[in-house]
Every structure is written in C-alpha cells, then in structure tokens.
C-alpha cells in the first residue's frame, strides 16, 4: 500500500537499508516484496505501521513513499510490502523493477493504524493494496492462541476480480485453522464462474455487524469504501466513532 509523505519537520530520521530477498506478482499489476533490514537483528514495529522509502530521482531530487508493512513481527530483521505499479509512478515501478539482492533507504517504523482492545471481536474491512497493514495484524493476532481466544473476526476483502484476491491461500489457512476466524472475499465485477460473495464490501459488513455489540472495525483502502464504512457503521448502526480504526491511502 502507497501514500505520499510529506516532510514536515527539519529534525533528522535515522535512514536504515535494507536488501531485497524475494519479489513476487501477486496480480498482473500487484507487487510483493520481502526485506531484510542490515546492521540490525531485529526490525521492531507493530502490526499496522508503515515505513518511508527513500529513493533520488534522475534529476537529483529524492522521492519518498509511505508503504504499509504487509507482515507482522518475525522476531528477526525481516518485513514484507505490497504495492501497485502505477503508470508514471517513480517510486512504485523502481520497487516492482527491483532485483533480489539490491537495497532500498527507508525510515520507520512510523504510524498509529494498529489494534486497540483486542479482549472484543472485530472486523477487518480492506480493499486493494489495503490488506497490507491487515495482513500484519491477521499474522499478529492467529500466531498465537492467546491472543485471539474466545473471540471472533471477519475478514472482508473487496476487490473487482479474482485475479486481484491478495494472499486468498493464505486467509484460507488461517480460516481453515482457525473457526473463530471467517474470511469473506467479494467481487464487484466477477463473472459467472465465481461462486462466492459479490458486491461491494458495505454490503456484508452490515450484515455480519448488525447483529453483534461490541466489536471492533478496521478500515484500509481508498477513501470511499472507508467513507462508506464508517458511515455505515456510525450513522446507520450507531457506532461510537471510538470503536473505528482506518486509514486512508488516496
């Protein structure tokens, strides 16, 4: 997941580096890609959080992007991303071209989408290159019993194809491990073949929520599904604004 960021303090971040080890298409356009932070043992961050990546140009301005980390913590220096090639975009086509073995600048961990009271079922709401930071949270909270017992959680996924259903085995382990974990992928534009959900992802967040209390929702993607959402959540079922967790990446 990308967003632009914006430098708007002058004190100096601590650059670290850190090499590539595996690239792989996870759509025609969808990139993801593994690091390995050098001069470190262990790369800290919690599940959510994005790093800044630092990259010149041609002309000798430095581009940066924010990117979302797409895996929890390891124990060891290591982390994932996902994002999309855009046309024209520097920074995304620079990392969907990188090589194994060559290295990218960054600074971080940075950022506040994270868990909040996890002793409550949630909803995990994403769209697009969104599953980065809920796949860190997904990982996180089903590496270890306690850390998910006697709750429930969903997991929503919206996308236009199936083509373009980011780590669909991998939730599908997870569920398939885990009862109290229920993952539902939906299509907007899929064809006659496809036999799971469709529409839009709203459409069966209402109907898992509206019947529970005391949930938790968090919300990635582009600003109108999130919108959406949260309309939906607080204005039509009345949710405290408190029990809603999102960030937007357009």
Not at 71 to 79: C, I, L, M, V, Y
Not at 112 to 117: D, H, I, Q, T
Not at 216 to 228: D, E, F, P, S, T
Request: proline share 4%.
């Amino acid at each position: 997941m990308e967003t632009q960021v914006q430098e708007r303090t002058s004190i100096e971040r601590r650059l670290l580096s850190a090499e590539l080890t595996k690239s792989v298409w996870l759509s025609p356009q969808t990139r993801h890609l593994e690091f390995r932070v050098a001069g470190v043992d262990d790369f800290l961050f919690i599940p959510g959080q994005f790093i800044s990546i630092k990259q010149p140009k041609p002309d000798g301005r430095v581009h940066t992007r924010a990117y979302s980390i797409a895996s929890a913590p390891r124990g060891d220096a290591t982390f994932d991303i996902c994002l999309n090639r855009i046309k024209d975009g520097f920074l995304s086509n620079w990392l969907c071209d990188l090589e194994v073995g060559a290295s990218i600048t960054f600074h971080g961990p940075h950022g506040l989408f994270a868990m909040r009271e996890r002793k409550t079922d949630a909803i995990f709401i994403a769209t697009g290159t969104g599953i980065a930071p809920i796949r860190s949270m997904i990982q996180w909270l089903f590496a270890e019993t306690e850390r998910n017992r006697a709750h429930e959680f969903w997991l929503v996924f919206g996308t236009r194809y199936e083509s373009s259903i980011y780590y669909r085995d991998e939730f599908e382990e997870i569920e398939w491990r885990n009862p109290n974990f229920h993952y539902i992928p939906t299509l907007s534009r899929c064809g006659d073949g496809w036999a799971g959900c469709r529409g839009y992802v709203q459409d069966h967040v209402r109907q898992i929520v509206a019947a529970r209390a005391n949930m938790q929702a968090y919300i990635c993607g582009l600003h109108q599904m999130v919108n959406a959402n949260r309309q939906l959540l607080t204005e039509e079922l009345g949710w405290d604004t408190k029990r809603i967790v999102f960030e937007r990446y357009d």
